[in-house]
């Protein structure tokens, strides 16, 4: 345990500070700093299934429920300076004796000078009754610093009397970063029984682990995916971007000591259908690091307080788990109604603040790729400069765009070939979407196939063209709404212009 988490509980218990609210899982971590913190002090611990427990030895002392406990020590304080050791009553804290005893034990603490007892609740959930708001200070263990990790390598290293060279080190402290000491402990020794040393190669057992984490939360999805960037059909603008930004994460240790800031993230704009999905999968598949999908929806709760708390746990599992490329998709819908009145307004708009802060704020190697078709309710301060590294607008494709785009879906289904004249189908799917070409050339291999021809022709996708609907024409409002936005934004087109 850290010295400075000490020295941070003993100032708050010196503040006066009743209850200390820890979210942690390594309970004996905890109870390792309250010792240190009341090395003089009297601690007693209660525990759901055997009650009263010497905080020592943890031998139970006397059988009882939260209340009864509650009811046992609160007195203590008169006697001498006292802890109370409270461990996973999250679900006790909604019952209103508790919260009136734990209420009195926190207003004896505050107004009674011949009066010493300090509430420690340790739970991995955050539950926060109203009428306690007040007396609660939530404490976070502060995850590993770089320095911190390296030191816990190091020592790991020296302990299994192993050889390991310094770039290995460096890469895998990276790979571990946003996890605690004690996931990355355990991952060190499952490495070492893996194969007896720490090479390049744990940086995958890393990987796996860390999905371990997503899937147990169920904060965030695990997107699994087999698209990568030659599957994008133009938009060579973004394309390149990603690709310089992709050497930067491939060599990220050595980007950092050359001064190399870490990528932040992208915002890609623009009409449905277009790719701006594929493009997030093409980037963690660039990047060659895990994609976890970000719905802000799954995050609201019904508690004063949860929807933020669940929001807190999302950000940080994501950094837990960095790098990856954290996607939110339709970005405007999960912050629809931000700055507007009403309750679950304000509970959006906290989540919002919530997401720029740690936006600006943060320091990990979470890429963020933000997708959206409308932002023009979006609030402005989310779409300046610091935000996102670039902000990107997604056109309907033009005729170069469509040729590519309609080869690609041609050659994953094996019926491209040399006389499909793609000049004839250029000209008659303009307007048409990555979507709107892709079902063309679906919908004319299923038919070729149901008529029992091997091959396909011009003539066979012509038709399927004149049978679909493009968006052009299905959405033509809504995209004059989009195109009237973008056009009062500075945004860089993701597709290079075309040459005429």
């Known amino acids: ?21 820890i979210n942690h899982f ?8 309250i010792a240190r913190v009341g090395e003089n002090v009297k601690c007693v611990e209660f525990n759901n299934a055997l009650g009263l427990l010497d905080f020592k030895t943890k031998s139970p002392m006397y059988e009882c429920d939260l209340e009864q406990f509650l009811k046992l020590t609160m007195d203590d304080g008169f006697e001498q300076e006292t802890f109370l050791v409270l461990k996973d009553v999250h679900n006790e804290l909604n019952n209103p004796k508790i919260i009136a005893l734990l209420k009195r034990i926190a207003e004896n603490n505050l107004y009674k000078d011949n009066y010493n007892a300090a509430i ?18 939530v404490f976070d263990i502060p995850l590993p610093t770089a320095s911190e990790i390296l030191n816990i390598i190091n020592n790991f290293i020296i302990d ?35 194969g007896g040393c720490i090479d390049q190669e744990d940086k995958l057992l890393i990987l796996k682990e860390k999905e371990q ?23 060579e603008n973004l394309k390149e971007w990603l690709k310089r930004k992709a050497k930067v994460f491939a060599n990220l240790d050595k980007a950092i000591k050359f001064g190399v800031d870490v990528p932040k993230g992208i915002m890609i704009i623009g009409m449905p259908g277009c790719g701006k999905s594929l493009t997030a999968k093409a980037t963690a598949s660039l990047f060659e690091i895990p994609l976890v999908r970000l719905d802000v929806g799954r995050l609201l709760g019904k508690y004063v307080g949860e929807s933020e708390e669940n929001m807190r746990r999302a950000l940080k599992l994501s950094e837990a788990i960095s790098p990856c490329v954290l996607w939110i ?7 629809a109604g931000v700055g507007s009145d009403g309750g679950g307004n304000d509970v959006t708009t906290r989540l919002f603040g919530q997401f720029l802060t740690w936006m ?8 963020i790729v933000a997708t959206a078709n409308d932002i023009s309710r979006m609030p402005p301060e989310f779409l300046r400069k610091g935000r996102f590294d670039e902000l990107f607008f997604v056109d309907l494709p033009n005729g170069e765009e469509r040729r590519k785009i309609l080869d690609i879906h041609l050659k994953k289904r094996r019926k491209w070939h040399k006389n499909i004249n793609s000049i004839i189908l250029i000209k008659e799917t303009e307007g048409f979407n990555g979507a709107d070409l892709e079902a063309v050339v679906k919908d004319t291999i299923e038919l070729a196939f149901i008529e029992g021809r091997d091959t396909i022709t011009t003539d066979d996708l012509l038709k399927s063209v004149k049978d679909t609907k493009s968006i052009s024409s299905t959405l033509k409002e809504k995209i004059a709404e989009i195109k009237s936005t973008i056009d ?7 597709s290079k212009q075309e040459v005429r």
């Not at 310094?166 to 070492?192: H, M, R």
């Not at 984490?213 to 938009?235: A, P, R, Y």
């Not at 600006?360 to 890429?367: R, Y």
């Open 1 to 21: 345990m850290k010295r400075s988490t000490v020295d941070i509980l003993a100032s708050y218990i010196d503040a006066l500070h009743p209850i200390i609210y």
């Open 26 to 33: 390594d309970f004996n971590v905890i109870d390792d700093a």
């Open 120 to 137: 420690f609740i340790l739970s991995e959930v955050t539950v926060i009754p109203c009428e306690l708001e007040n007396y609660i200070t």
């Open 160 to 194: 299994m009397d192993i050889v390991v060279e310094q770039e290995t080190i460096d890469d895998i402290a990276l790979s571990l970063k946003g996890l605690n000491e004690f996931q990355i402990k355990q991952i060190l020794n499952l490495a070492y029984q893996d």
């Open 213 to 235: 984490f997503i899937k147990k939360s169920g904060m965030l999805e695990l997107v699994h995916f087999t698209e990568d960037i030659d599957d994008i059909g133009g938009l």
């Open 329 to 335: 998709d339709e970005i405007e819908k999960a912050f």
């Open 360 to 367: 600006q704020e943060k320091e990990n190697t979470v890429f």
């Open 488 to 494: 009062k934004i500075d945004i860089k087109p993701a």
